[in-house]
């Protein structure tokens, strides 16, 4: 026993001089390069230092054994025993999955503490400047982790950032102010604090010369911190030169310059990046436009309203043979959940639907995404059908910003749609039809019609009201009632109520929505969905068939229908040449009473709305 415990206490020895050696290696490099070593760490110097602190954890573990004279068994180092030395680091392993981000790489550790994997981690921001007035900065500002962001915190706002990958914020900088991004990003103990006090000398914005004019110079002084490298690009964005003061450039050569502030910290590099300049960042448009260049999921502020998209970007012209849904589960409302993304589909270049193909949004019982936007660069051809009919979202309401005009106004989605048709009650004996939702205008969505309401021998009974309409849905239907109180309808539609008069068969019809509501008593059920947002871009849009976002048609029984969903919210942009083709967005039709004369139908959804005009000169124009 006696002659173990030399033996471990010799291993015990090397092994802390050799952790001394490694040690003092890094604090001499650290020591010689200063702050750029830690923040320009390689994969190499991760894996020692990781492999130092396993090594240590390791060693506590083999001196607990040598201090415990009970068994020669000997004790092993855990995932969570590593997870507590990391902790006290400031750094937070999950011991779940192994993996720990350490001074901007992911590393991934196993259970018998082994090194499986070291992936190179960054967080990066982007500074697309939209406007420059001679004095301050507005722009988007993009933040991107691979591993995910938790949160960010700009000024005393905290953004919670649901672990996207990319996110991005309109922000203006104000000169000789300084400007604070504090970056949380999952599975990271501490945040990671940026600073940046711009200065604004920026010229040449796409700029167009005079014939005199053959040369200009410039200066760019976009940063002044500590740490910082000013580089800039002539229209190439992928070459970079560094900059100090003012140069000259040829201006019949170079139609844009783009600066870059490179700045290193302690906690890793910042770029702030200028690669666009011809557009402002007030609007969906201008996210799709600029901003959104690969297919994935996003998350963008524009004008104060938050918006998470689902994006699907195509390089080239598309063309659809067949029928095509886009989005999934994730983005959609369940039970218990409100729908999560609006789904976009990006074409840079021509996009065309063929003769008997449907082009739609994901749908489940509980409705679609909160609106889809077809973009496309080049000409929109539909010979088919693109359709948000029962797709609206089972999500709330709010302003959907669509285009910024030139004065300021804004081309959007309300977030209130038009009032759903009121309850019908009838006190003794009879029967009382429902009442029609109301129609959209102004690029509202219809609201839900209302249920109908039949009853026999003072049976008090009342049906219910047709929901609101919202941006991104058209309004519910209300259920329909027989001797009895109809269930309410919000989201979904309202649920029909069937009482029992002896000797009257009777029945009630549940309203549409997401999903619809129940029949009480038999008939035909009602249909799930509402009316969706559906929007539109391109040079030129010939609609040669069928755009559609109807609503849903309520339920029929023997004594009242249930109220039909309310019609969704077609928009159409475009710059040269339309095609209106058939463009509908009716409400879904009441559901039917089938007893003839001692019956009553429920109430139709109301229409929603239909607006078609150009972009031209920054500004929309009916058409």
Not at 298 to 313: C, D, K, L, S
Request: glycine letters at 16%; a negative charge.
């Amino acid at each position: 026993m006696i002659k173990n415990i030399k033996m471990k206490k010799a291993i015990f020895i090397g092994v802390l001089i050799s952790l001394v050696l490694i040690i003092g290696i890094i604090a001499i490099n650290i020591g010689k390069n200063g702050i750029n070593k830690v923040t320009n760490v390689s994969k190499k110097d991760v894996e020692t230092e990781i492999q130092a602190i396993i090594d240590s954890v390791k060693q506590e573990k083999e001196n607990e054994n040598i201090n415990s004279i009970e068994t020669e068994e000997p004790v092993s180092a855990t995932l969570e025993d590593l997870k507590n030395k990391f902790s006290e680091l400031g750094y937070n392993l999950d011991v779940s999955t192994g993996e720990v981000t350490y001074n901007n790489h992911k590393v991934t550790i196993s259970n018998d503490l082994t090194i499986l994997s070291i992936e190179e981690m960054s967080t990066r921001a982007y500074f697309n400047i939209s406007k420059y007035d001679g004095e301050n900065l507005e722009g988007l500002l993009i933040l991107e982790n691979a591993n995910g962001i938790e949160k960010v915190t700009i000024g005393e706002t905290q953004y919670d950032c649901k672990n996207k990958e990319k996110v991005a914020f309109d922000r203006k900088l104000i000169e000789n102010q300084l400007f604070e991004i504090k970056i949380k990003a999952k599975n990271e103990a501490t945040e990671r604090v940026y600073r940046l006090q711009p200065k604004t000398e920026i010229a040449v914005v796409n700029y167009k010369p005079t014939e005199e004019e053959t040369e200009r110079t410039i200066k760019i002084d976009y940063s002044q911190t500590e740490n910082v490298t000013n580089m800039y690009s002539l229209d190439n964005k992928n070459t970079w030169n560094e900059y100090v003061g003012e140069f000259n450039i040829d201006i019949a050569q170079v139609s844009r310059i783009c600066p870059k502030t490179v700045w290193n910290d302690g906690a890793g590099t910042i770029e702030i990046e200028e690669l666009y300049y011809e557009y402002t960042s007030e609007s969906l448009f201008d996210v799709i436009k600029y901003s959104i260049g690969e297919t994935g999921n996003y998350e963008f502020t524009v004008n104060g309203q938050n918006y998470p998209i689902h994006a699907y970007v195509y390089d080239e012209d598309l063309t659809l043979s067949s029928n095509t849904t886009f989005g999934e589960a994730n983005d959609v409302g369940t039970a218990s959940a409100y729908a999560k993304n609006m789904v976009i589909v990006k074409v840079n270049g021509d996009l065309t639907i063929n003769s008997g193909v449907t082009l739609t949004a994901y749908g489940t019982a509980y409705g679609g995404p909160k609106g889809m936007f077809v973009y496309a660069t080049g000409t929109v051809t539909n010979n088919g059908t693109i359709t948000m009919t029962a797709r609206g979202a089972r999500a709330p309401g709010e302003n959907v910003y669509l285009y910024r005009n030139l004065n300021g106004s804004y081309e959007y989605i309300p977030g209130r749609g038009a009032s759903g048709g009121g309850a019908k009650s009838v006190y003794t004996y009879g029967w009382n039809a429902g009442t029609n939702g109301g129609n959209g205008s102004n690029r509202a969505t219809g609201g839900g019609g209302s249920g109908a309401a039949v009853t026999w021998r003072d049976k008090v009974t009342v049906s219910t009201a047709g929901s609101v309409g919202t941006s991104y849905s058209g309004g519910s239907g209300g259920g329909g009632a027989w001797a009895g109180y109809a269930g309410a309808a919000s989201y979904n539609g309202g649920n029909a109520t069937s009482g029992n008069i002896s000797g009257y068969g009777g029945g009630a019809g549940g309203g549409a929505g997401n999903p619809a509501g129940s029949n009480a008593g038999g008939g035909t059920g009602a249909q799930n969905g509402t009316g969706g947002l559906l929007i539109v871009y391109g040079e030129n849009v010939y609609n040669n068939s069928v755009i559609s976002a109807n609503g849903s048609y309520g339920g029929s029984a023997y004594r009242s229908g249930g109220g039909g969903s309310g019609g969704g919210s077609v928009n159409i942009f475009f710059k040269k040449a339309l095609t209106k083709g058939s463009i509908t967005v009716s409400g879904g039709a009441g559901g039917r009473g089938t007893r003839n004369g001692e019956s009553a139908n429920g109430g139709a959804g109301g229409s929603g709305s239909i607006n078609c005009g150009t972009i031209i000169s920054k500004s929309y124009s009916a058409r």
